[in-house]
């Protein structure tokens, strides 16, 4: 098994306190189990999960019980709601549709009453007070609104409006299943949308430096990154002189076979005819690209309608696109096979 750490490396100091970061597991077991083994060697003081333990893998049920099992922080992402709010008036539109929603149906029937629970009592996010430590606020996407991620590239005023009602320094943030390390910094006078006031015409300035350190582990289980590997951040605790926050990131990447993740679509039932998110799933974890997010942008472009027909429309895309060629020449059962 391979673990490399990617972009700066870590501090060489004592630390006072070590966060291993988790995000994004999807219900891949097997990568979830790889990163386990790498914890072992990293030795962190606390775990912390930040969301989107289910849906996507068929390993879901034995991902919560995997975590129960261990004193973890944890907080919900949007796929738990995906799975809490269903047949209740909180429920995504269309979500009773059996072929766009077949996973999260058939998701439905495998969680146990108890497990259910688990996550039914999980917050949405938390803010860790460590001795001897600045606070770090953890959050799916950003308090609120668990859909909101960010990117390497994303421009800083962007950034900066959405993280502008954060009052912590340090902010672990996921959802996107892309690393980022990144430092946003407004400067005296600068403008920045709030989001206090909906009725305000034009947002308050702020007073002084905010600054804050923003940081996604990655994906644990669908990395989108391009490389499929199981992702995640380690957090050292440093001087506020060595790092504006107090907190350096060092991420990592763990090679792991994801045959058995990958032929567990055809082995637990989850993959039935016409079920397109699912073979999207099945798809990002061969490629670790952005399946799903393409196909819906190419639909909108060439004027196909998801929401009357998926099939149809995803029947039109792999034969204009040829993608299904592109995920099946770097299948890793297919490869195998030719091998």
Request: aromatic share 10%; net charge negative.
């Amino acid at each position: 098994m391979f673990c490399g750490a990617v972009g700066s490396a870590p501090l060489h100091r004592e630390y006072a306190m070590r966060l291993a970061l988790l995000a994004d597991i999807h219900g891949n077991l097997p990568a979830l189990e790889a990163v386990l083994y790498e914890l072992e060697r990293l030795q962190p003081d606390q775990v912390i999960l930040d969301g989107d333990l289910i849906n996507a893998v068929p390993f879901s049920a034995e991902v919560i019980d995997l975590v129960r099992a261990r004193d973890w922080v944890v907080v919900r992402g949007n796929h738990e709601f995906y799975y809490l709010d269903y047949g209740t008036a909180r429920a995504q539109p269309g979500t009773q549709d059996p072929v766009r929603w077949g996973q999260l149906h058939w998701l439905v029937e495998r969680i146990s009453p108890d497990q259910a629970a688990y996550l039914g009592m999980l917050p949405d996010e938390r803010t860790l007070f460590l001795p001897g430590t600045q606070p770090v606020r953890v959050c799916h996407g950003v308090p609120g609104r668990n859909r909101v991620g960010f990117y390497m590239e994303q421009p800083a005023e962007a950034m900066a409006r959405e993280l502008a009602s954060i009052g912590e320094q340090t902010v672990v943030s996921a959802h996107t299943h892309v690393q980022v390390d990144r430092h946003i910094r407004v400067q005296p006078g600068s403008v920045v949308d709030l989001y206090s006031d909906p009725h305000r015409d034009t947002p308050p300035p702020l007073d002084g430096e905010q600054h804050w350190h923003v940081v996604n582990p990655g994906s644990v289980g669908l990395p989108l990154n391009g490389d499929p590997t199981a992702q995640f951040a380690i957090l050292d605790s440093v001087p506020e002189a060595a790092e504006p926050g107090g907190w350096h990131a060092t991420h990592y990447r763990v090679a792991y076979d994801r045959r058995p993740a990958l032929e567990a679509f055809f082995t637990t039932g989850v993959w039935v005819p016409g079920d397109v998110i699912t073979e999207l799933f099945y798809w990002e974890l061969v490629t670790a690209e952005p399946e799903i997010v393409r196909f819906y942008r190419w639909a909108r472009a060439h004027g196909q309608d998801v929401d009357q027909d998926v099939e149809a429309a995803f029947h039109a895309y792999k034969t204009a696109t040829q993608r299904e060629h592109y995920v099946q020449a770097r299948d890793p059962r297919r490869v195998a096979d030719r091998s």
